[in-house]
């Protein structure tokens, strides 16, 4: 009751003052301004200039009344009778408790019906830091202190920037750790390297130990079985580095005297007890011995590694043939080539198996492509083994003759296989070491195996200027017109390789509105403003839009007016003269 009446007191205040101005205009113009666009029958009768208000629908216009703003008076917003004049963005009636730490835009925080935010969770989620595990449970201030009130008549709303890295927030609990000592350890300082970021705690489960897995044996909750000292830096991820002395106790077979790797992986898992365990390497990548025609042919390892000091040794012809040599002369007449000796025997049998003799393709190196009708004697010139499957043992001349690019000008690997395939003639190419000559991200990822877009085929000129490939978008570029304007042609001083858009150079956001506000569409080219083109640092509001005589009268009244253009910025920093009005900077009539 007690708010309705207020209301209408207000509205009573607004049609007195209404009928006051309307004694002395009533045969002048409008005190609404040349741009109300409504007839004076939608809140006057005929009888007189009296005022129903309930009769004005407020969301007709371009401001619709709604939560708290429809509890108002009129002339709260509106402080003269041109009623245009009211501001319509937050910032016009509200003041910034956040000095624009969050911009001037309060929607996405706030509704007309309540400053409260509900939603703060949510809200943080589209930020550079989402709010995740125990971070979503912290209060704002542990983080953001400038919101903290220093005095019952103060309060800090600041939502400054921060760090969004650990050590931004956690320098203290980095600084203070002591098992392990995190700073005289110079362990990392990006949190997530150790601990997970989803945990509440700094240890146990809340450890990320993925960068060594603590699987099977090395499932252990006691961190000390592994980490003897306070310096957990001071350990290797080696295997011997801990299993040294069941190495060296291992008698069958003898791991020191038969010089195996220290590599526990390589023969064993993660299963206790060290078994099962085996060398099946040499199946895999050396030579068969569990599986085809040597499987269960030998008993000892010994039998073909006669230096049990050197594994990469080893012995054919102890076996074949070696008493009659004969023999095997026969079986291999005709192979060029062929030798009596163990890496002969090697080179042509890599599986052990007399048929099919040599298959290069399951070899160190297939053989595909332009390689496939090379004749053998063109790479092997001596004999098979020992041959080089390196580009450069075969290719060199190639290389050095290349001139599109020059290969040797700018020192291009000569490693082949990093751009080319086997495919005749050395194309397609591609080329993943752009980046060391010009950094390909962004845009330009969808277009980096279209050489020829940007070279047309010629690769001795080197492109690493914005400007060499996008001079037609400069040229072209109307708004605002780059070349008119004299725009640098370093395209990376306000665009990104991502998109044109968003571009860094924010004019009404950092400078002053011309694409808002009273200035939008009210000039055609930067030069209108800024007159030297070298340096737009300098600008004009007097020479060609605001001239003398019609600016001093328009300011006669105005204390301390002069007619220069760094003062018309310094009393209307948004070009407009709604908040110049609000300042009572006038003489006294």
């Known amino acids: 009751m007690v708010q309705n009446r207020r209301i209408q007191m207000r509205k009573l205040s607004l049609v007195i003052a209404i009928l006051i101005l309307s004694v002395n205009l009533l045969a002048q113009e409008s005190p609404h301004g040349d741009n109300l666009d409504i007839g004076c029958t939608d809140c006057h009768n005929t009888s007189g200039w009296n005022v129903d208000l309930n009769s004005f629908n407020h969301n007709s216009t371009n401001f619709s009344l709604v939560g708290q703003h429809h509890t108002l008076s009129c002339n709260d917003c509106h402080i003269s009778l041109e009623f245009e004049k009211a501001g319509t963005i937050c910032n016009d009636c509200h003041t910034d408790m956040h000095q624009q730490t969050l911009g001037l835009d309060c929607d996405p925080c706030h509704t007309p019906n309540s400053w409260v935010v509900n939603n703060v969770s949510q809200l943080h989620q589209m930020s550079r830091f ?18 903290i009130s220093t005095s019952a008549s103060a309060s800090f709303l600041r939502f400054d920037p921060l760090g969004i890295e650990c050590f931004d927030c956690h320098k203290n609990d980095y600084m203070a750790t002591t098992k392990p000592n995190h700073n005289e350890s110079n362990f990392s300082t990006n949190c997530i390297d150790c601990h997970k970021f ?13 960068f060594f897995p603590l699987k099977g044996v090395h499932e252990l909750d006691n961190c000390n079985a592994c980490h003897k000292s306070e310096n957990f830096r001071d350990i290797s991820s080696e295997c011997v580095s801990c299993h040294q002395s069941n190495y060296n106790a291992t008698s069958n077979p003898n791991h020191v005297s038969l010089n195996f790797s220290t590599q526990c992986n390589e023969c064993h898992s993660l299963t206790p007890g060290w078994k099962p365990a085996e060398y099946r390497e040499h199946d895999a990548i050396s030579f068969p011995i569990y599986s085809g025609e040597h499987n269960n042919e030998w008993n000892d390892c010994a039998e073909c590694h006669t230096n049990t000091s050197n594994y990469a040794e080893f012995t054919c012809i102890n076996c074949h043939e ?5 023999d095997m002369d026969e079986e291999h007449a005709g192979i060029v080539g062929y030798e009596y000796n163990s890496l002969a025997c090697f080179a042509c049998h890599p599986l052990g198996s007399a048929e099919g003799s040599f298959n290069h393709n399951i070899s160190a190196f297939p053989l595909t492509g332009a390689h496939t009708t090379v004749d053998c004697s063109d790479c092997h010139t001596i004999e098979y083994a020992g041959t080089s499957n390196e580009c450069a043992s075969c290719h060199t001349n190639e290389y050095n003759q290349t001139t599109n690019p020059n290969h040797t000008a700018i020192n291009i690997s000569n490693d082949c296989a990093l751009c080319h395939t086997t495919i005749p003639d050395w194309q397609p190419a591609t080329f993943p070491i752009h980046s060391n000559y010009f950094l390909i991200e962004g845009a330009h990822l969808s277009i980096a195996n279209d050489c020829f877009d940007c070279h047309n085929g010629n690769y001795t000129i080197a492109i690493n200027s914005c400007f060499d490939c996008h001079a037609n978008d400069y040229n072209q570029t109307n708004d605002p017109s780059h070349s008119v304007a004299q725009f640098p042609t370093i395209c990376e001083e306000c665009h990104s390789q991502n998109a044109w858009t968003p571009s860094t150079f924010n004019h009404d956001g950092l400078y002053f509105p011309i694409y808002s506000g009273r200035h939008n569409q009210e000039w055609n080219t930067c030069s209108d403003c800024h007159t030297d083109p070298a340096n737009y640092a300098v600008f004009t509001c007097t020479t060609s839009c605001h001239p003398l005589t019609e600016t001093n009268e328009h300011h006669k009244e105005v204390i301390g007016y002069t007619y220069v253009s760094s003062a018309c910025l310094s009393c209307h920093p948004t070009g407009s003269i709604d908040k110049f009005l609000q300042k009572s900077i006038y003489r006294s009539k």
């Not at 989402?130 to 919101?147: F, K, M, R, V, W």
């Not at 070696?322 to 004969?326: G, K, L, P, S, W």
């Open 130 to 147: 989402p709010l995740i595990g125990p971070h979503s449970e912290a209060d704002c201030s542990q983080c953001h202190t400038n919101i």
């Open 198 to 210: 989803n945990s509440y705690s700094w240890f146990g489960s809340g450890i990320n130990h993925d």
């Open 322 to 326: 070696h008493n009659n040599r004969t």
